[in-house]
């Protein structure tokens, strides 16, 4: 059965595995790599989404160079905008054209993943001096601290994937639990708590899997 488009975009906003977050080398500010963000949105819509570059402005007279990505899931669209600068001097370091073209595109990539609040959840025990800090995002922080029950506790809806051994349609936070086994790809490899391999089980944090069991 397929996901609707209510259920696609709840999933996205899902928060990511313990230790997604990272931090920038440079400013030690945190981000989400691009692949994680990727990888949520093809489980998502079950590969049912497309991405398209809209715009493409390579200006290296002015050096910089714009762009404008679609995302589509369902019948839906957002688009997403991202903007670099052509460092040094292009003629002498076209190379730095593509760089410039590889940081616009991924910025608007981005810009319109967050247009889908994906990762704010995640994001936000960093940025509590930031947007995070706004009474009315408040929610998102509620829902966090992924130390304590808040995460394994919520969320019990049924999302239509079932376990290879029975065939039970795996609750929420048996498909989230399935996502902390390292290197498990879990579309393939879906079980349900009971029937999670002990040689996977035993990959798993082992307070996340005491907080299962009770
Ligand atoms: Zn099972």
Redesign the pocket.
Known sequence: MERDYKEIVAELKRTFANGTVQFRSDNNRPYIPNQVYTDRVESATESRWNLEIKELEINVPHRYVKSIVKIEIDVYSRDGYGFAVIPGDPATEPKNITTAVDQAVNEAYLTALDSYQMGWRDLAPYKKNDWAGNPALQHLLEHMNPGKEAKIAHSKEAIHR???????V?TADEWELLSQVPNLNREKMT?????IPDHLKRKINKDTLRKFEA
Do not use: A, I, S
């Open positions: 079932t376990c290879l051994v029975c065939n039970k795996l079980y349900c708590f009971e029937h």
